[in-house]
């Protein structure tokens, strides 16, 4: 501590050794508080010639638990309204198949949402995210594109429509379910000249025989 | 640029010359010296912005409790064994990136209601800053084990959540507004009380109450950002203090059942040697907190004191520059977006299904062309600029004002309550001493009401006989709210 006018400080009252570890502990934390605030900074920032350098290394130290997105309706928020909808292969009793007809699960989110000043994350993020998670890892012919985590998001999406069926539906036993994703885009403002007209566009994705180990849970909605 | 700044520097030169007459760099790298002198004082001298701390504290764990509660209905959809993300894929997933959840160490109902309890009861520990050390550390392992066990949940709000879930661990957020706070009140003022009658033989038990008080405030002045005397104070009653009061029963129990489930952890296996080394590190670190507070009051109990409040100084740096950080990139990937550029980025969520639902005032509001241009540039403008007016009060306290209305808007409209509220927690941080503790009076004043109990008026009395700049009015211009 050098000789200032200014009163003494709490750690210059301390012995050597308590002054040596005030200092190492100053020194620690700077150095961590400082390392730490890089590696968020490049993991935050869009990808530059940095993070690029350090990828790894940035990768590394903050996956999983600092892991961080603030791209927040940015660069453009969303423009579609993007509904998860799907229908059921019932084996009915008397040894007859039926087809369920569509079932829009996210349109019933929304009527749940509606009015609800605390909506559930169960309401505005499950399929949302499910759907995202599963059209990340897949290409648009529905060929996985991430691995195990293609296989996840499938499961995944799966279960929770699964879930929203129930094992039996309409008086038969759900044995296959199909899913469709209906994009609208949101008309454009009315004050932009040449708006669009907006029109509905269907993904339709395979039959998928149910999940035999997510059942035995009956939470039908 | 360079022009006003060689100007400058002629000046600084001038005078030193004259002053001084040394060389122009040994007058700035005395400076620096000075500067640099002041700084380490500071970090070194106390756990800076105790307010800032603690309302952010209050503000997490509100959320985080309120959340809990929402989901209550949902918690098994969410992250119980019944969750459409099943045991069986979250464990796939974390087999790849590692991260902490204690809800795959079983796959029993039991063990899940038993973590969604214990989540939300260190939810309201933490608001209440009970035991804060224990329950900021409980906290986080809550937060991180539900929002890990289904990452396919979660929004923004949550991910501010976790990270600040991990930052409050290293902070002294209890210094006021906690019942921590008012137990070391407490316990200073019942020390003074007894020191007052054993030592005054004249002394009457109204002469005890009147040191009580006094003791209060000492205690209180030591929760204020002051160095030097506060070291003091907090030595010498903790040299009063009778050793059975410092024993604190109730702190070892939950010591040693934290011990024991730490043990079992470990021998189970379930524990990474990351996370094994950070518990263990915590569990000991208590003990040794412990013990020295109790055997070591002198110069061992300063050491530790000063390192805890600079761990926190550090923390409450990562938690301000963090936040800076959020709106950063929220606003300068905003400015990349053409729709954010031609004004009319609002319109789009307020005609997404998702985040409408109050469709009638979403629709009305999204039909005002003038007023999603304002609203769009200015939420650019805001995000862009908030870091950058930290290094003016004035200018930093309208944009706060301004940027928590906006959540307050976005929680209503959106409806994104939760994400809105932990936002506002964080923008808390930057809120000036002054305030918060007007506010905090104004709450106390609404809550109490004419009832004034015992406990409280020994608080009050303390609160009152302490001078207003004792909070310390943070100097113009500092970098950041929490000073």
Known sequence: ?221 | MSAPHSHLADDRADSAAATAGTAPFALWSAGLDRAFARGLRRVTGSALAPYQSAVVRIGFALVQLLFLLREFPHRDELYGPGSPWGLDLARRLIAGNHAFTVLLWSDSRAWFEIVYALSTVSAVTLLLGWRTRTSSLIFMVGVLSLQNRNVFMGDGGDNVIHIMAIYLLFTRCAQVWSLDHRRTVRAAAAAAAKAGTEAGTEAEAGAGRKAAAEAGTEARAEAAPQAGTATEDRNRAGARVPRAADLDPVGIALWAVLGAGLVAATLAGKLSTGWATAFWACWIGQAVWWAVRRYAPGEPRTVLETMGDIVHNGAMLVIVAEVCLIYSTAGWYKIQGSRWQDGTALYYPLHLDDFTPWPALSHALAGNDVMVMLITYGTVIVQVAFPFTLFNRRVKNVLLACMMLEHASIALILGLPFFSLAMIAADAVFLPTGFLRWLAQRIAGAVRGPRAPEPARVRDSGAAGLPEPAAGPPPAGAVAGPS
């Open chain 1, 1 to 221: 501590m050098d000789p200032l006018e200014e009163p003494p400080s709490r750690a210059a009252a301390l012995s050597f050794p308590g002054r040596l570890a005030v200092a190492v502990t100053v020194g620690a934390v700077a150095v961590a508080a400082l390392y730490h605030l890089a590696m968020m900074f490049l993991h935050v920032a869009p990808s530059n010639t940095l993070s690029k350098e350090h990828a790894a290394a940035v990768n590394d130290y903050v996956y999983p638990e600092f892991e961080q997105n603030w791209k927040l309706f940015a660069p453009d928020p969303l423009q579609q309204n993007i509904h998860v909808e799907a229908r059921a292969e019932l084996d009915k009793p008397g040894g007859t198949v039926a087809t369920s007809a569509w079932v829009d699960l996210t349109g019933r989110d929304i009527a749940a949402m509606r009015h609800d000043p605390v909506p559930s994350h169960s309401q505005q993020n499950e399929l949302r995210r499910a759907w995202g998670f599963y059209s990340d890892t897949h290409d648009t012919q529905e060929q996985a594109t991430g691995g195990d985590r293609s296989d996840l998001s499938r499961s995944y999406l799966l279960r929770i429509v699964e879930k929203r069926f129930g094992t039996r539906y309409e008086g038969g036993r759900v044995a296959r379910i199909q899913i469709r994703v209906a994009t609208t885009d949101v008309p454009q403002p009315s004050w932009i000249a040449g708006a669009n007209s907006p029109s509905t566009q269907f993904r339709q994705l395979p039959w998928w025989p149910v999940d035999t180990t997510a059942s035995g849970q009956e939470n039908a909605s």
